[in-house]
């Protein structure tokens, strides 16, 4: 017979591995939903854009925000990952290093020389919200840059080579031809989803012969330069001369009218001062003459009157004297020779004298 001591010992004893045992499962299930979770999730680091594919559904989803994101395992999500900051992509050298390292950029002008760029600089990065684009079209990863290599070579080349070996050393035609070259990469590669932020280029470099001649040609634009602002100084200073002299006889001119407009002003006061005063004698004169004349009219009438009364008395007298016999003529005509002398001496041997000349004496003699 068994011990009944001993079985109570033996049922506790399986009583504990199985309590035990459960909270292995249980300890077992967490972890591996902390294992599950863990793989359900990916970060996106700052300066990255991410495309998620629901592989189940084909739906595509890109993230742009740095963070963590749901990726669940077993191929229902796939994330690709791309480097969103802005990169760097020279050509310099004599040969290609990587994909964006390559040989030195060589152009053929349009006047048939060539010329090159001894280090090319090309700024460029994803557009973060065609990150879908850059996936389908290149590729994962950095595939993205196999882009840069043909275009940019081909459209630098293209749009410097429009310009000669004069224009391309002006760098205000080379600036434009620059500009010209990053507008046409952006209309090529903007719908794979990449953008040229930039084109750095250095003075393109020619034979050691043209070089000189460049030089020398850049010498002379200086001198040009000079000369051109000394004959815009040479201006400015004419144009200031021109300025002062222009004030001062101005000034002298405003001097002389303000004088002429006194004198003038000072010569209608006194004419309009003299007019009143001629008026005013004009018009005494006048009232004097009218009074003057009305009273010779009136003498006038008065001594016309008075002639025509004493003529009409004188008259009167010879009429009178004519009727008056010879005696009273000699009477009155001796009254009239009183005190006179005559003094006849005949002029011929005439009794009868037919001439009778006599002169009065100072003194009252004959």
Not at 96 to 125: I, K, P
Not at 141 to 168: C, H, K, N, Q
Not at 210 to 239: C, G, K, M, P
Not at 278 to 304: F, H, N, P, R
Request: proline share 4%; with cysteine.
């Amino acid at each position: 017979m068994s011990d009944p001591k001993n079985d109570n010992a033996g049922m506790e004893f399986l009583k504990s591995l199985t309590a035990q045992g459960g909270k292995l499962w249980l300890v077992g299930a967490v972890a591996c939903v902390l294992i599950i979770g863990l793989r359900a999730c990916s970060s996106i680091d700052p300066g990255q854009v991410a495309v998620r594919i629901n592989n189940a559904t084909g739906a595509v989803e890109t993230i742009t925000q740095p963070g963590l994101i749901m990726q669940l395992p077993f191929g229902v999500h796939s994330v690709y990952r791309l480097d969103a900051s802005q990169q760097t992509f020279h050509m310099h050298g004599d040969k290609d290093v990587s994909a964006l390292e390559v040989a030195e950029l060589t152009v053929r002008a349009s006047d048939g020389s060539n010329f090159e760029f001894s280090d090319t600089t090309v700024l460029f990065q994803i557009l973060g919200s065609r990150a879908e684009d850059v996936v389908r079209d290149s590729g994962v990863a950095d595939r993205y840059r196999m882009w840069m290599v043909p275009y940019a070579r081909s459209i630098l080349r293209d749009e410097f080579g429009l310009l000669s070996t004069i224009t391309v050393s002006n760098p205000a035609k080379f600036g434009e031809a620059t500009e010209k070259a990053r507008k046409r990469l952006n209309d090529l590669l903007n719908p794979h989803g990449i953008e040229i932020v930039s084109i750095v280029t250095p003075r393109p470099h020619f034979s050691p012969e043209y070089e000189a001649l460049i030089e020398a040609r850049n010498q002379t634009e200086n001198q040009l330069t000079v000369i051109d602002s000394e004959l815009q100084r040479a201006a400015t200073d004419r144009q200031r001369q021109l300025a002062e002299v222009e004030r001062d006889q101005n000034k002298i001119i405003q001097e002389k009218r303000a004088a002429l407009e006194n004198q003038l002003a000072t010569a209608q006061t006194a004419q309009i001062q003299t007019k009143r005063e001629v008026d005013s004698y004009k018009i005494d004169k006048i009232a004097a003459g009218q009074a003057a004349l009305s009273g010779a009219q009136q003498t006038a009438e008065a001594l016309t009157g008075q002639l025509a009364a004493q003529f009409e008395t004188k008259r009167a007298e010879i009429d009178a004297f004519r009727n008056q016999s010879v005696e009273r003529v000699m009477e009155r005509l001796g009254e009239r020779l009183e005190g006179v002398t005559i003094n006849i001496q005949p002029w011929a041997s005439d009794a009868n004298p037919k001439r009778v000349q006599y002169e009065q004496l100072p003194g009252g003699g004959q």
